[in-house]
């Protein structure tokens, strides 16, 4: 069967489906915004239900840590380096965006390594980098605080929000028949816990590439293991996915971090979700090193941005997206990410939105 073949095999199996009502959660905001713009959510018919998980990192970043942040650049007049998307994230009075207006120093670096360059280069400033993001991105930020005792720098430091995905799933259990599974994420953490998933909690989900054929592909899986009643896990991106899949990496991080639990917007505090570093590199955690009280941030009690990330509703059930609420003018972290779901929702999806 030729590539083709099997990628209209498996678009007739999800546009023929007539069963009982699915409902999928696809996990990664890269899916999410992939789904809406090869038009594969349009081809589902209506007993078919994607929602949109809690796996875009901004999304899932509490408001306390951005208030931290502030904190941090304000209060103690740090220079904050970032990735673009978490400066427009609101916290309780202000986003980073805000602050850097007030004059304070916060700089767009394109990984934890550019962070630790610019501090190298500025001794005379404390430079916090904005640890934030899953699996896939963590081992950066380990990368750059093993370089920074190595050399000796001291006024390089990272406030930490990284996450893991699988106590995440667990605390996600019984949101949706089956999860699509990130195919980022996955290339570090392999198939073990996804079998984890399935054999100790009947859990189930298919790891899915980023491509139409490769979506397809992993729902029309979903669809035909759904009808076997029985969990399953299954690989439908091993060109990327291994078995293994990053043990280096798991254990680089291992050497440096420790499991913590973690706050995720929507979900509260999810036990053992995160990881920070080891008390042996604590002079290079901004939270020790500049002595933080412990933050309660309070969020724009009109997003819904927490009730999207569970599935409990569509980002236009939301009364402020669209209209208080755009890319623009951002209210909550889903309409700022590039991976959020209103955002893919604004951006894809008026047909749908507008109609509501």
Not at 194 to 222: N, W
Request: proline residues 6%; aromatic residues 8%; glycine residues 10%.
């Amino acid at each position: 069967m030729t590539i083709n073949n099997s990628a209209k095999k498996a678009r007739d199996i999800v546009t023929s489906y007539d069963g009982p009502k699915l409902r999928i959660m696809e996990v990664c905001g890269t899916h999410t915004h992939e789904i809406f713009r090869l038009g594969i959510r349009r081809l589902l018919p209506d007993n078919i239900e994607l929602i949109s998980g809690p796996g875009c990192p901004v999304c899932v970043t509490p408001v306390s840590y951005i208030d931290e942040a502030v904190m941090l650049a304000l209060d103690k007049q740090a220079t904050i380096t970032t990735f673009g998307d978490l400066i427009r994230v609101p916290g309780t009075e202000m986003s980073l965006a805000g602050v850097r207006s007030k004059g304070a120093k916060v700089n767009v670096v394109y990984s934890p390594l550019d962070s630790l360059e610019y501090a190298k280069e500025h001794p005379e400033e404390q430079v916090v980098f904005l640890a934030v993001g899953f699996e896939t991105t963590t081992p950066g930020s380990v990368m750059a605080v093993r370089e920074a005792k190595t050399q000796g720098v001291e006024n390089f430091s990272i406030l930490t929000a990284n996450k893991t995905m699988y106590n995440a799933y667990l605390a996600l259990k019984g949101s949706a028949d089956a999860f699509l599974y990130p195919g980022h994420v996955s290339t570090m953490t392999g198939m073990e816990d996804y079998y984890k998933l399935r054999d100790e909690h009947g859990i189930s989900g298919v790891v899915a590439g980023f491509s139409g054929s490769e979506v397809l592909t992993a729902l029309a899986v979903i669809i035909k293991k759904i009808e076997e009643k029985k969990p399953f896990a299954v690989n439908c991106y091993p060109a990327v996915v291994t078995e293994e899949g990053s043990p280096a990496a798991r254990q680089l991080v291992a050497s440096v971090m420790e499991p913590c639990d973690a706050e995720w917007r929507g979900l509260g505090v999810i036990e053992k979700s995160g990881v920070e570093l080891k008390p042996e590199y604590r002079d290079y955690d901004a939270r020790f090193k500049f002595d933080l009280p412990e933050v309660e941030g309070k969020p724009n009690p009109a997003c819904r941005c927490g009730d999207v990330l569970l599935g409990k509703c569509k980002p236009y059930d939301c009364k402020v997206f669209g209209k208080g609420c755009t890319p623009e003018h951002p209210i909550g972290a889903c309409m700022v990410s590039g991976e959020g779901a209103c955002s893919a929702f604004y951006k894809y999806g008026g047909d749908i939105w507008n109609k509501q």
